[in-house]
């Protein structure tokens, strides 16, 4: 994928960088500071450049008006403390008084501009407020990859008016990416897990032309399953969805394996501990639920990750919220860690319930990338092309 990287950025200008500093706030505190760690190696790069930066970031959803408890202030002080230096906040975006704000800054100084979507043109990705924006700055750096599934004016309006480069977070993830499912080494395998095949038509249809493998479990599973002929009791399934599953399974017929569950773990009910057994899938009972994939199916996993050189990985093996039916997830997440740290596999993982299911498994820092960004991450795997990368692109 060719795209300005930060490094290659003129020396001495004002550089806009969009960040994503959507973190988790309580009574106006920021509880986890992950993102703003993310965006230190862009900032410290342009300083090191000697440049001056503004942030614009967004903050939930405002919905295009001022909303005092969805300011970006609280964001200030934590970030100042994790450069290290100060940072100056501005309570807009755009307009004069925050440009000679910016123009004030001394080189390497840093300011954080109020929430974009305070403005309503920035969902809209409204030009003229694109404009308003570019005018703050002489370059522009998206590090927002978790945003960039959304054309708004500061992910994508903004970019076609300065000379535009990809941050050092954003740089990281389309490289993971690149190396998952744009130019992978090959035999590559997915692992599609999660509650329903619906939400995921999308990613299943494109996946399958681009895998060696595509390994199914979760409930979505259960709808594979049901249309096969499969009995599968209580489980959660999508029956509707029968007909769209046995065309997927078509479609991927001499092109992508698709491993299908073996085995299961069911139970009555959906709860901590409850009594639960292993069992082929001729043996599942009108009241029992399948929750989790059985032993047959996770040794068959492993071994496809062993004869694999890439993994791609979204969405949990059963529910993996309430043990024991967490093991099957937790197996898997395990044997992919072990193997990327030994450096026998690539192991890109991501997507919402992704990345909660692989810290509790414990592995979430072992694999060779976890991608934070929910939404972007799912469109991209989906083979959507994302309004902020394509921005980017030269
Ligand atoms: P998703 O957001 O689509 O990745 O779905 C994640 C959810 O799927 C988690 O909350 C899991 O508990 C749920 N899930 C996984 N396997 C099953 C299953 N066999 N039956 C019901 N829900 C499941």
Known sequence: MSFRRVEEAPDNVTALVRVDFNAPMQDGKITDDTRLR??????????????????????????????????????AEPLSRLLGSPVA???DCVGEVVKAGIDALAAKGVMLLENT????????????????????????????????????????????????????????ELDA??????????????????????????????LIAKLDKLAIGGGMANTFLFAQGVEIGASLAEKDMADTARQIMDAAKGKCELLLPLDVVVAKDVKPHAEARMCGLDEIQG???????????????????KHSHTLIWNGPLGVFETPPFDQGTVIAAQDAAALAKSGKLIAVAGGGDTVAALNHAGVAGDLTFVSTAGGAFLEWMEGKPLPGVEALKR
Request: charged share 25%; aromatic share 4%.
């Open 38 to 75: 993310a965006a230190l190696p862009t900032i410290e790069a342009l300083q090191a450049k000697h440049c001056k930066i503004a942030l614009l970031a967004h903050f939930d959803r405002p919905k295009g008006k001022r909303v005092a408890e969805m300011s970006l202030k609280p964001i």
């Open 89 to 91: 906040f501005a309570d």
């Open 117 to 172: 979507r305070f403005h309503a043109g920035e969902e809209k990705n409204d030009a003229e407020l694109a404009k308003q924006m570019a005018a703050l700055g002489q370059i522009y750096v998206n590090d927002a990859f978790s945003a960039a599934h959304r054309a708004h004016a500061s992910t994508e309006g903004v970019a076609h008016l300065l000379p535009a480069y990809a941050g050092k977070q954003m740089e990281r």
């Open 177 to 206: 990416l690149d190396s998952a499912l744009g130019n992978p080494k090959r035999p590559v395998l997915g692992v599609i897990g999660g509650a329903k095949v619906s939400t995921k038509l999308d990613l299943l249809k494109n």
């Open 287 to 305: 009241d029992e639920k399948i929750l989790d994939v059985g032993e047959r199916t996770i040794q068959r996993l492993r071994d496809a990750m």
